[in-house]
């Protein structure tokens, strides 16, 4: 099946920083979404984004489908950013689901 | 609009027994998908049912079931239950499943002692 890497695994931020997370998948998709998980367990879709570019306040995104990797971008970090970054592709017609990768743990300190 | 509800939010149960997940989609999702998620495999997927019929199953054994009523919400069964099923488990539902955006639940996590 599809491959999905993220990259970094971990990052630790100062306040006020920028970053950028990277999702490297093996094979085309046609869906790939970028989540984050709250302390409390939730997934909260952050973009939708099997190609192209996204902005969503200081959040944003570019997938290169044609290269097979994505970008979420986040600037000027605050504390309520940290948590984890889940990239989740879906390959081909028909198959109905999502490959997550292993996420990156994002820590935003004050 | 409402979002996807799950329930119970936590749930306890003893090796053997069997336990028994409910999810409402958002309304108008007519594909309903279940995940679990532990520590050490991640997020993996379970089904995906579409207009009551499973479309795609993950590589879970056969104490993992599943239905789709004709409201769209979605049940999963774990039948005689293992220390190893301890998990948060994530409903997540979309328009058509595939290609469409999904919006997730908040889970319900399961502890099996």
């Known amino acids: 099946g599809i491959q999905v890497e993220q990259s970094p695994p971990d990052l630790i931020l100062q306040e006020g920083a920028n970053s950028t997370l990277r999702c490297n998948f093996s094979?085309?998709?046609?869906?790939l979404q970028w989540f984050h998980q709250n302390p409390w367990g939730q997934l909260i879709n952050l973009f939708y984004?099997?190609?192209g570019t996204k902005q969503n306040g200081r959040l944003s995104a570019t997938t290169v489908a044609t290269e097979r990797y994505s970008l979420l971008y986040i600037s000027s970090s605050q504390t309520t950013d940290s948590g984890v970054y889940f990239c989740?592709?879906?390959?081909?017609?028909?198959?109905?689901?999502?490959?997550f990768g292993k996420g990156t743990k994002l820590s935003v300190i004050p | 609009k409402a979002g996807v509800t799950q329930t119970p939010r936590y749930l306890i149960k003893t090796r053997g027994q069997q336990v028994t997940l409910s999810c409402s989609p958002i309304?108008?999702?007519?594909?309903v998908s279940w995940y679990q998620q532990t520590p050490g495999q991640g997020l993996q997927f379970l089904f995906e049912?579409?207009?009551?019929?499973?479309?795609n199953k993950g590589n879970f054994p056969g104490r993992f079931s599943g239905r789709q009523f004709s409201n769209s919400r979605s049940e999963m069964n774990v039948s005689t239950l293992e220390l190893g099923d301890s998990a948060l488990y994530l409903c997540?539902?979309?328009?058509?499943?595939?290609?469409?955006?999904?919006?997730f639940g908040s889970g319900t996590r399961l502890t099996v002692v």
């Open positions: 997540a539902s979309s328009l058509t499943g595939g290609g469409n955006g999904y919006t």
């Open positions: 094979d085309s998709v046609n869906n």
């Open positions: 984004i099997p190609s």
């Open positions: 989740a592709v879906g390959s081909r017609a028909g198959s109905y689901q999502l490959t």
């Open positions: 309304s108008g999702h007519r594909s």
């Open positions: 049912y579409f207009s009551e019929t499973q479309r």
